[in-house]
Structures are given as C-alpha cells and as structure tokens.
C-alpha cells in the first residue's frame, strides 16, 4: 500500500464541499477556526498495521465558507480530489454518509462514515475496505481549539 493510499484512510474531502448537504437550520452555528484532529487506527491486517500509525494528530484552520456546509465538510476538508460523496445524511445532531476514492492503482475504495457533531465537536467513525480487501476502521475526534493563527495550516498545507 503505498503512501497516496495511506493519506486517503487519514484524511478526508474537500469533494464533500458540497452545498445543500443539510438545510441551512441544521448546520447553523457550526463554528470556523482552528481544529485538533486525533484519528486513531483499528486494522486487522499485520503488514497493514505496520504502516500506519496507531494515531495521528492534525490541526487546521477551518473557514466560515467550510463551517457553513457542516460537520462533514469539516471532518473531510483535508480529503484529495480522488474521492467522491456517494451519498449523505444529517440531522438532529448525528450525520451519516459514503464516499468512493481511487486507490494509486486505480480500484476503487469505499467509506462508510457515521458521526455526531455539536457546532465545536465532531466524532466520526468511519469504516473501509481497501482497494486490496482490507478493512480499516477509523475513529476521529475533532474540536474546535479557537481563532485560526497565522501559523494554523489551511486545508492541503
């Protein structure tokens, strides 16, 4: 598995930027700013396992623009243009969604994501098989930490 495969499992979609998601009631009050990420790794495959991390630790500076699509925008802002949402679901607090992203070689990867979300704090769960057969599951905690800083990373920095 190589390391554009990796990045896909880690991070999450600028492809999900699409407007009309939810009504614009439901995403009131989801926040800008800067955002920690922690995602922690549950693989079931040793050679797998050994390349990725137990967890990994981000933060980015999430705009009003992002913030106004809701909270699965802002869990897959930092997604690559190989991925697509298939389909979405959001409301009273909780979203569910799927997203399909080509693998280096071209096959095709799967995520089922569930998650809940106040207007600073997202959960999210997300379960893959890769493009060779193997499941990963995720678990992201993201929180909103404050103001975005000159130094925070806007999306793909």
């Known amino acids: ?49 050994k390349l990725l991390p137990d967890s990994l630790h981000s933060t980015v500076c999430i705009s009003p623009q992002v913030a106004k699509r ?4 802002i869990a897959l802002v930092e997604d690559g243009p190989d991925c697509r949402l298939t389909s979405s679901k959001l409301g009273n607090g909780s979203f569910s969604a799927t997203r ?29 098989r890769t493009a060779r057969g193997t499941p990963i599951k995720t678990s992201s905690e993201l929180r909103r930490i404050g103001p975005c800083q000159a130094n925070t990373p806007l999306p793909g920095q």
Do not use: Y
């Open 70 to 73: 809701g909270p699965i925008a």
């Open 100 to 128: 399909n992203c080509l693998a280096k070689d071209g096959r095709a990867e799967i995520f089922n994501l569930t998650g809940h979300f106040t207007s600073s704090a997202i959960e999210l769960d997300s379960m893959a």
């Open 1 to 49: 598995m190589g390391s554009r495969t990796i990045h896909l499992f880690v991070t999450m979609a600028p492809a999900l930027l699409v407007a009309g998601i939810a009504s614009a009631a439901t995403l009131e009050g989801m926040q800008a700013g800067a955002w920690n990420r922690t995602t922690r790794f549950e693989v079931t495959s040793p050679l797998v396992a």
